[in-house]
């Protein structure tokens, strides 16, 4: 079938599942759990609350994922896809994309965070290395491919730091004073700690005569040290 069927209409009337075709129906579990997940955690997210969030049927779980841990795997996986665009963004806009993503991106109920969902695993280490994984593909690997000079894979690595940081302070943690900075105020300091990592001797540029220099947005150079040295 090439398109979902018709819903039943009535919202609250409706009296049998939602018929999807193959795709939409995984594609709405995966949706579902994710939600689930996020808000009960593992344990207290059940097949049947999940398929009712989906609004199908409960048999369906296993019949396109066979267990409920084979479906928080799918959660998982659709959680890293969202470093796909790394494989192919122009480097002069990944530090535009990583704002985006920490402050305009999906909620924890539409896309969950990989840290999140990998402490809500109930097998750490299996979720720690899938993680892994998704890591070494997207950055250690297709990413520090694409930049020029030394150590390129820790700079790569570094960038998934810095991206999961700050897409977990925004989700999770959420401090006052990074939740309500305005664009203006963010971007700045974010381009020049991305363009030190994107850049070969990032962190050394301006360094060669050994003064403080100034931060984004600033007139001049910091105070002066104690002592009167830099």
Known sequence: MDRPEEAKRGGAGRTSPRKYDAAGTQAALVSAAARCFGTCGYDGASIRDIARVADVDAA??????????RLFAAVVTRGTAVFEPLRHLPLEEVAKWVHQLAFE????????????????????????????????????????????????EVRAELL?????????????????????????????????????????????????????????????????????SC
Request: some cysteine.
């Open 60 to 69: 369906l779980v296993y019949r396109y994922f066979g267990s409920k841990q």
């Open 160 to 228: 998934a730091a810095l991206v999961l940081g700050m897409t977990l302070m925004r989700l999770a943690v959420q401090p006052p004073a990074l939740s309500s900075a305005p664009d203006t105020a963010v971007l700045p300091y974010l381009t020049a700690a991305v363009d030190s990592l994107l850049k070969p001797g990032g962190a050394e540029k301006g360094a060669g005569d050994g003064c403080c220099h100034g931060v984004p947005g600033s007139d001049g150079p910091p105070p002066a040290a104690p002592g009167g």
């Open 105 to 152: 991106g999906p909620e924890e109920g539409e896309i969950p965070h990989p840290v999140l969902t990998m402490l809500r695993s109930p097998n750490r280490e299996e979720a720690v290395g899938r993680m892994r994984a998704d890591v070494t593909a997207v950055f250690s690997e297709s990413f520090a491919g694409r930049l020029d000079g030394p150590d390129a």
